[in-house]
């Protein structure tokens, strides 16, 4: 198993600011994710974290928008630029082992731009 | 990213009863099916799963039913409980292709007492 840290838990911003996010994993992990889940909504993948590369996008997100890093293999950093209102959303942190037999989630971090 | 179609959308049980959420998918390539489940204010975990060289997998009152030939799999909650009451998720996953999860676009459930 793997146990997730996400900060912050919830926020509520100024439009046009930016907000990183935060997710430690207890232990090495190979792959970590960041997903959009609007309320009642499944979860969009927003791109995938490389240790030591630039993210994999997902079409429709763009690194300017929501720059990602990974310095390691137990921490990634998410970050939401030059916010708007419809940037208002529940970001989640998911890691998991090569060949996702199981995928842990973090408990989402609730955004709120006003 | 639309390549799995969950139904229903949302799905109301009294307590007893048999649930059932199906999931149809396109990409041939998929070799893990995953259910996931989500409870309000968390993220999701995972549930069941299935490989697809079994047609049935069975986990206490969860029950995976694999279709292969039709690209189907389907989760049933027998004897449903109240504290099923979630939103579900099914998100096939290839092993030799995209290393990413994809997910359905879920089920919410409502167990009634």
């Known amino acids: 198993s793997a146990v997730i840290s996400q900060k912050p838990s919830r926020d509520i911003c100024q439009r046009g600011t930016s907000l990183t996010i935060q997710c430690q994993v207890d232990?090495?992990?190979?792959?970590m994710f960041w997903y959009r889940q609007q309320p009642g909504q499944s979860l969009t993948l927003i791109a995938t974290a490389n240790q030591g590369s630039e993210a994999t996008y997902e079409s429709g997100f763009v690194i300017d928008k929501f720059p990602i890093s990974r310095p390691n293999l137990t921490f990634s950093t998410l970050t939401v630029s030059n916010m708007s209102p419809e940037d208002s959303s529940i970001y989640l942190c998911?890691?998991?082992?090569?060949?996702?037999?199981?995928?842990?989630f973090g408990q989402g971090t609730r955004l709120t731009v006003v | 990213q639309q390549q799995v179609k969950q139904s229903p959308q949302s799905l109301i049980v009294q307590k007893g009863g048999i649930s059932i959420i199906n999931c149809a998918y396109e990409n041939t390539a998929f070799d893990y099916f995953p259910w996931y489940q989500q409870f309000p204010g968390k993220g999701p975990a995972l549930l069941i799963a299935?490989?697809?060289?079994?047609s049935e997998k069975k986990e206490g009152r969860f029950t995976i039913s694999f279709n292969k030939s039709a690209k189907q799999f389907s989760l049933h909650i027998m004897d449903s409980q109240p504290g099923d009451s979630a939103t579900y998720f099914c998100?096939?996953?290839?092993?030799?292709?995209?290393?990413?999860?994809?997910f359905g676009a879920g089920t919410r459930l409502a167990v009634h007492p």
């Open positions: 998100a096939p996953y290839s092993s030799g292709g995209y290393n990413k999860l994809i």
């Open positions: 998911s890691v998991a082992r090569q060949g996702i037999t199981e995928a842990f």
């Open positions: 299935i490989r697809p060289d079994v």
């Open positions: 232990s090495q992990v190979t792959m």
